[in-house]
């Protein structure tokens, strides 16, 4: 096929040698399959940021560094500059995170480097050596739900335990390959330490899949991963291969009220005493 205007500079610096057809478009990217060599890999074009549905939510940039001081206060202006870094900034989190959840040995396309905009990375590829299917494409038997399921959430804890959550997880974003599933989409992975949306996301992400798999396996619907994981976590006891049972047991101790108002209470007087002495201060001088 012709070469893609975004691709010719990877053609041009020897890192593609040829396109070789479209694979999927979605309100992210672009995702063309690619000669490199003898191997055949995926090219993502990330869209221009005007040309693009997915909102940069708030939630998921909170906890991200920015290792530049001069970058992270044009960030936070409504400049062009500054709108252009924030840009740059969130495309970049897809690749940090990549290579970062490859080193920490979880399932996702290897990266091999970010041009421009254009992310290249391994080609996902079923037993026939074709781009595998989501797992929204396949229907599958108890057996495989029951297995999948369990693969997927060891990875989702091989992510937090590197400090990550997907934080956008679903039937659409994991792909099967020969061996089984694997993770990708990844621009709005989230802080687990630095987050305060960290829990909620992570139960959201775990939930997606207990409802997907539950289709083909009810008795999954039951599990409650997600809290059983966070708890890991929060505690400092969640490890990357850390065993799980798929219960929580809830805390169904009932608050003390009086001692909670007693609380609210001293801490309202100790405000007022603060200010009393502000006051005092300010009339003294």
């Given at each position: 096929m012709k070469t893609p205007k975004r691709l010719q500079p990877l053609v041009d610096d020897g890192l593609v040698d040829e396109v070789l057809y479209q694979l999927m478009s979605g309100k992210e990217a672009q995702v063309y399959v690619v000669r490199c060599g003898d191997e055949k890999r995926c090219a993502k074009v990330f869209k221009e940021a005007q040309k693009r549905s997915f909102k940069q939510a708030v939630e998921?940039?909170?906890?991200?560094?920015?290792?530049?001081?001069?970058?992270?206060?044009?960030?936070?202006?409504?400049?062009?500059?500054?709108?252009?870094?924030?840009?740059?900034?969130?495309?970049?989190?897809?690749?940090?995170?990549?290579?970062?959840?490859a080193a920490a040995g979880v399932r996702v396309p290897e990266p091999f480097g970010f041009v421009d905009g254009v992310l290249l990375m391994e080609l996902v590829a079923d037993e026939d050596g074709k781009a595998a299917p989501r797992l929204d494409d396949v229907i599958l038997t108890p057996e495989q739900a029951r297995d999948y399921h369990g693969q997927v959430i060891a990875e989702v804890v091989r992510m937090l335990a590197a400090g990550l959550i997907h934080g956008d997880l679903s039937e659409f974003n994991v792909l099967l390959d020969a061996e089984g599933p694997v993770i990708i989409d990844l621009p709005q992975a989230v802080n687990a330490a630095g987050n305060n949306s960290a829990q909620r996301m992570l139960e959201r992400d775990v939930d997606n899949m207990r409802r997907y798999f539950g289709r083909f396996a009810p008795e999954l619907l039951t599990t409650d991963y997600g809290k059983e994981i966070w708890s890991l976590y929060e505690s400092g006891r969640l490890y990357p291969d850390s065993k799980l049972t798929g219960c929580f047991e809830h805390d169904t101790t009932l608050a003390n009220v009086d001692e909670l108002l007693e609380v609210i209470d001293a801490a309202k007087e100790e405000e007022w005493e603060r200010q009393e002495r502000m006051r005092d201060d300010d009339s003294d001088d």
């Amino acid at each position: 096929m012709k070469t893609p205007k975004r691709l010719q500079p990877l053609v041009d610096d020897g890192l593609v040698d040829e396109v070789l057809y479209q694979l999927m478009s979605g309100k992210e990217a672009q995702v063309y399959v690619v000669r490199c060599g003898d191997e055949k890999r995926c090219a993502k074009v990330f869209k221009e940021a005007q040309k693009r549905s997915f909102k940069q939510a708030v939630e998921y940039q909170e906890g991200r560094k920015v290792r530049n001081t001069r970058r992270a206060r044009a960030m936070g202006k409504k400049t062009r500059y500054g709108q252009k870094e924030q840009e740059d900034a969130w495309l970049n989190a897809e690749v940090d995170a990549l290579y970062r959840l490859a080193a920490a040995g979880v399932r996702v396309p290897e990266p091999f480097g970010f041009v421009d905009g254009v992310l290249l990375m391994e080609l996902v590829a079923d037993e026939d050596g074709k781009a595998a299917p989501r797992l929204d494409d396949v229907i599958l038997t108890p057996e495989q739900a029951r297995d999948y399921h369990g693969q997927v959430i060891a990875e989702v804890v091989r992510m937090l335990a590197a400090g990550l959550i997907h934080g956008d997880l679903s039937e659409f974003n994991v792909l099967l390959d020969a061996e089984g599933p694997v993770i990708i989409d990844l621009p709005q992975a989230v802080n687990a330490a630095g987050n305060n949306s960290a829990q909620r996301m992570l139960e959201r992400d775990v939930d997606n899949m207990r409802r997907y798999f539950g289709r083909f396996a009810p008795e999954l619907l039951t599990t409650d991963y997600g809290k059983e994981i966070w708890s890991l976590y929060e505690s400092g006891r969640l490890y990357p291969d850390s065993k799980l049972t798929g219960c929580f047991e809830h805390d169904t101790t009932l608050a003390n009220v009086d001692e909670l108002l007693e609380v609210i209470d001293a801490a309202k007087e100790e405000e007022w005493e603060r200010q009393e002495r502000m006051r005092d201060d300010d009339s003294d001088d």
